[in-house]
Nanobody, 130 residues
Framework: VQVMESGGGLVQTGGSLRLSCTASGLTFDDYSMGWFRKAPGKEREGVSCISWSGSSTRYKDSVRGRFTISRDNAKNTVYLQMNSLKPEDTAMYYC????????????????????????WGQGTQVTVSS
């Protein structure tokens, strides 16, 4: 299984970026997909998730209304559209897949629950300058 993120970069405050994540070697629509981030000196945190069909999405409070997650199962790809970016959004962003038998997703709140996600990408850096 391979999970690969792209789309990170340097952007000014208020700008936008769209992250993409393509997964191969798995049955993509068996998995919820999620975006996580880790900033220097901080713990990894869940940002957003989307169920296998795309009917269920969830967001971390601090990004709700600014970020939008979506997926294209025909392309084995999940996206994270990030608007109105803030310096505090600066982090390495990771994509992950979680096998799920239900059409729902949940953003994990503990490191243990986060570690249970099945497959992870290598990350893409997002830097927001002030």
């Amino acid at each position: 299984v391979q999970v690969m993120e792209s789309g990170g970069g340097l952007v000014q405050t208020g700008g936008s970026l769209r992250l993409s994540c393509t997964a191969s070697g798995l049955t993509f629509d068996d998995y919820s997909m999620g975006w996580f981030r880790k900033a220097p000196g901080k713990e990894r945190e869940g940002v957003s998730c989307i169920s296998w069909s795309g009917s269920s999405t969830r967001y971390k409070d601090s990004v709700r209304g600014r970020f939008t997650i979506s997926r294209d199962n025909a392309k084995n790809t999940v996206y994270l559209q990030m608007n109105s970016l803030k310096p505090e959004d600066t982090a390495m962003y990771y994509c992950a897949a979680d096998f799920s038998s239900s059409d729902a997703c949940f953003i994990p709140t503990t490191a243990r629950d986060t570690d249970e996600w099945n497959f992870w990408g290598q990350g893409t850096q997002v830097t927001v300058s002030s």
